[in-house]
DNA sequence: GTGAAAGCGCTAACAG
DNA sequence: CTGTTAGCGCTTTCAC
């Protein structure tokens, strides 16, 4: 493997001037860049990334932290992440944590052991307190996540999930429905617990309270939405409705009612969260709050960049929210 | 940020010292390492990774090429070989090519820029005489995918995809089809023409013809699905079935036949691939041919981890071929 | 505009 | 078992 003083060597010229071709450097003679380009096209020459990372204490690397990439919003998200960031001239490292906080601190390690330049953090399982000691080492941008915490300071780029959960909340009261479970992904996440706070504010407007045994954790894919349809079921008082927190928790619930007969929406109204291509296969359709996907992966990737390369910066970028809406299809 | 020549001046050990400690090296005198470790608890020290990526001429990373991530069998295939590869402390580069050669190829230049230690291929585009130029760089391991040349010379991981398309067509010739549509993922994608292969056998059993207008390309979402139905519905002399290629395509025909009052299966069965979560979630259930898709992802990571650690030699690992079964729902 | 030289932070012979 | 030494391949002042 041919090095940058192998092309210097046969094209005649300094190490430094290869270096500046290879680099676009602008005020290179016409004759130089001439001779260093057909040395290096003869030589086969490829500039070593590693040395020019070590060099320049960059690694135009971003990781982005997940839970699981299979699930269906965060596939989609990753996706688009993916490439933007290859738009921008930057690589993606995938990082699932699978919700083990253990896991999501080594992810972050990538930032101090230099591997990555930034960290978009699109799951948190760890508290402030652990994540803002890494913030010194390169900055950390939230996706659709955040912090309970009054004193978090930390750039996000997400959706109004108070907004969303108060959206779906008014939209099944004012089908008249009184008793709505409300399901959580994982174990107590923030943003779930945002989107309940809106789902109360919809209750104290309608003069209603909200029966806290209705809520349902750890609802992340279609196989806990098939486990809560029974549990549901095995209630005493049955909830007339269900806010799953996502299609795929819906689309598992909603199956299982067709196979035992339940009526959707008639016995059981259910209303997803985020609008993918599922909410419109299942029958029947599936009423749910569209989030803007594709938009909420771009703004997180184009913001990251631009402090990286100090088109921004970090202190600057404070909360950007992108808007929500109801989508109303045939299971509400 | 501290280096390894903070820690030795602050530990009075010489750099070599604290590497090895850092290395884990056994053989260091059990004071030293207690000095190294107390410095570098001291200085918060962080070994730089580029620095020592340089050094090793390894990167401990692997590529994946995949289309793209969203889909539903890439987003699992690559969900797992994420999890494998951190389990055997390597990362995972997931590289979306979008089906464009010129990607494909830019993502193989990982290899030549070091910047990746080995790559898995779960897509090709490039013919195998663009991609075997990439060999002298590092290992190349094809996932699920083939060449159609005699001579290409490369391991791989994969199902029979000329068994999988012979048991679909068998199943539907069974059941009395004698037009069956077949779909192909892409547009000729290499292990969409070994299905294709093993369609025709079946045919050729059943001393059946196939109607080769009946093939057709570029079916890999839901949204093609769709379109699909409507392209079959056109058709002057209709299939009485149709093989997808894919749940996904399969759901989305599906979805659009219920809409249309069309009966699946009994105007239209519908065989899919994959067998994917909502295989289980379409009405009528899908029938498909399951593929061992953790299985495939485990294998390739677990093989191109061993071939770069030199515990198995490039060439020797040829084909491995893992087992797929048809399963039988209500489309067919 | 170009080259010489220093050094990014780490590892691995080698000698002791 | 430990330290000295010599780079890995590249970029970037700084003179010229």
Same mark, same amino acid.
């Given at each position: 493997?041919?090095? +940058? $003083?192998?092309?210097?060597?046969?094209?005649?010229?300094?190490?430094?001037?290869?270096?500046?071709?290879?680099?676009?450097?602008?005020?290179?003679?016409?004759?130089?860049?001439?001779?260093?380009?057909?040395? &290096?096209?003869?030589?086969?020459? =490829?500039?070593?990334?590693?040395?020019?990372?070590?060099?320049?204490?960059?690694?135009?690397?971003?990781?982005?932290?997940?839970?699981?990439? $299979?699930?269906?919003?965060?596939?989609?998200?990753?996706?688009? &992440?993916?490439?933007?960031?290859?738009? !921008?001239? /930057?690589?993606? @490292?995938?990082?699932? $944590?699978?919700?083990?906080?253990? #896991?999501?601190?080594?992810? !972050?390690?990538?930032?101090?052991?230099?591997?990555?330049?930034? =960290?978009? &953090?699109?799951?948190?399982?760890?508290?402030?307190?652990?994540?803002?000691? /890494?913030?010194?080492?390169?900055?950390?941008? &939230?996706?659709?996540?955040?912090?309970?915490?009054?004193? *978090?300071?930390?750039?996000?780029?997400?959706?109004?999930?108070? /907004?969303?959960?108060y959206?779906?909340a008014q939209?099944?009261l004012?089908?008249?429905?009184?008793?709505?479970?409300?399901?959580?992904?994982? #174990?107590?996440?923030?943003?779930?617990?945002?989107?309940?706070?809106?789902?109360l504010r919809a209750f104290k407007e309608f003069n209603l309270?909200?029966?806290?045994?209705?809520?349902?954790?750890?609802?992340?894919?279609?196989?806990?939405?098939?486990?809560?349809? /029974?549990? !549901?079921?095995?209630?005493?008082?049955?909830?007339?409705?269900?806010?799953?927190?996502?299609?795929?928790?819906?689309?598992?619930?909603?199956?299982?009612?067709?196979?035992?007969?339940?009526? =959707?929406?008639?016995? @059981?109204?259910? +209303?997803?969260?985020?609008?993918?291509?599922?909410?419109? =296969?299942?029958?029947?359709?599936?009423?749910?709050?569209?989030?803007?996907?594709?938009?909420? *992966?771009?703004? $997180?990737?184009?913001?990251?960049?631009?402090?990286?390369?100090?088109?921004?910066?970090?202190?600057?970028?404070?909360?950007?929210?992108?808007?929500?809406?109801? +989508?109303?299809?045939?299971?509400?």
């Amino acid at each position: 493997l041919k090095t +940058i $003083s192998d092309v210097a060597k046969l094209a005649g010229v300094s190490r430094a001037s290869v270096s500046r071709v290879i680099n676009n450097v602008p005020t290179v003679n016409a004759e130089i860049r001439k001779k260093v380009l057909k040395a &290096m096209d003869e030589l086969g020459f =490829i500039p070593n990334v590693s040395a020019r990372n070590l060099r320049i204490k960059q690694t135009r690397t971003i990781a982005v932290i997940v839970p699981l990439i $299979s699930n269906l919003f965060f596939s989609r998200l990753v996706q688009t &992440m993916g490439i933007e960031a290859e738009k !921008l001239g /930057y690589k993606l @490292l995938i990082c699932q $944590s699978r919700n083990i906080e253990k #896991d999501e601190l080594n992810f !972050l390690d990538l930032l101090k052991t230099r591997q990555v330049d930034g =960290i978009v &953090m699109a799951s948190v399982r760890n508290s402030w307190e652990k994540i803002k000691n /890494y913030l010194q080492y390169g900055p950390i941008l &939230m996706c659709n996540e955040c912090f309970l915490d009054e004193d *978090a300071n930390i750039p996000s780029i997400k959706i109004d999930h108070e /907004y969303g959960g108060y959206i779906a909340a008014q939209h099944l009261l004012k089908l008249g429905h009184k008793r709505i479970a409300f399901c959580i992904s994982g #174990d107590d996440s923030r943003s779930g617990l945002e989107r309940k706070k809106g789902f109360l504010r919809a209750f104290k407007e309608f003069n209603l309270s909200f029966d806290e045994s209705l809520v349902i954790n750890n609802a992340f894919d279609i196989e806990s939405g098939r486990e809560i349809f /029974y549990r !549901l079921q095995a209630l005493e008082e049955r909830p007339t409705a269900v806010f799953t927190g996502s299609d795929e928790v819906a689309v598992g619930l909603i199956s299982e009612a067709n196979k035992n007969g339940v009526k =959707i929406p008639e016995e @059981l109204a259910v +209303i997803g969260f985020d609008d993918n291509p599922i909410a419109k =296969i299942i029958q029947p359709g599936l009423t749910t709050i569209r989030q803007p996907t594709d938009d909420i *992966a771009k703004a $997180s990737i184009e913001c990251i960049i631009q402090i990286l390369k100090g088109e921004r910066d970090f202190n600057d970028v404070k909360s950007i929210v992108l808007p929500i809406k109801l +989508i109303k299809r045939e299971s509400t």
